[in-house]
């Protein structure tokens, strides 16, 4: 059994990578966005939430309760501020510890590449691109002036680094807290998948 945990830079197509991944390793794929999905769907009471997990196929609902999916909404939906609520830190890494302990998982971002730094059969894998490349996609996409479009991407990524740095004091970008780095500007998702199912193999013990 192994844990895949992705870093990811903005424009990286980080949650496309996740996904494809888990499919071909067959890996349960854990993000922001899924734990959204089920804190909608736990807007019940205490039994139809029991009985909501104890129905669903998902493995990672064993370790989501309505508590942690409050604060992980909350985060999600006003898509800054995870910083200043240590609630949110303490029970993401919970969570994220207690996916490792099931094992076969694919965790995308939470700083799970720090909670789990060191533990065996685990894989860390960051995915990076250009600036510039990053900037005229969004000038593009969201037809924004340069100006703006850096502005924007800045504003994403600095909650990420902020967040790194407040609770594990390293800088998000270091090279040592990853096996694996991957320059999603050069780099196809589908490539992106074939080397991380390449690389997690000589990582299972």
């Known amino acids: 059994m192994a844990v895949i945990t992705i870093s990811k830079e903005f424009g990286t197509k980080s ?10 390793l067959g890996y349960e794929y854990i993000g922001d966005h ?5 804190a909608k769907e736990l807007h019940v009471s205490e039994s139809e939430a029991e009985m ?3 129905t669903s196929q998902s493995r990672i ?16 939906d006003r898509e800054h501020g995870c910083l200043d609520d240590k609630n949110y830190y303490e029970t993401t890494k919970k969570l994220v510890q207690n996916v490792y302990e099931a094992g076969n998982a694919i965790i995308l971002g939470w700083g799970s590449q720090c909670i789990l730094r060191g533990k065996p059969n685990t894989l860390h894998v960051r995915l990076i691109k250009d600036e510039e490349k990053k900037i005229k996609e969004v000038m593009q996409n969201r037809n924004l002036e340069h100006k703006a479009a850096k502005a924007l991407i800045e504003r994403d990524e600095s909650d990420l ?17 990853y096996d694996l780095i991957i320059d999603m500007g ?16 000589h990582k299972i013990q």
């Open 52 to 54: 909501f997990r104890k």
């Open 34 to 38: 899924l734990i959204a999905e089920i």
């Open 161 to 177: 680094r902020v967040y790194i740095e407040h609770y594990f004091n390293e800088d998000w970008n270091a090279a040592h807290l």
């Open 61 to 76: 609902l064993r370790f989501v309760d309505r508590y942690t999916c409050s604060l992980v909404q909350k985060v999600v």
């Open 186 to 201: 050069k780099t196809s998702v589908e490539k992106a998948v074939d080397l991380i199912c390449d690389n997690v193999k």
């Open 15 to 24: 949650e496309k990578v996740a996904s494809q991944a888990g499919q071909r």
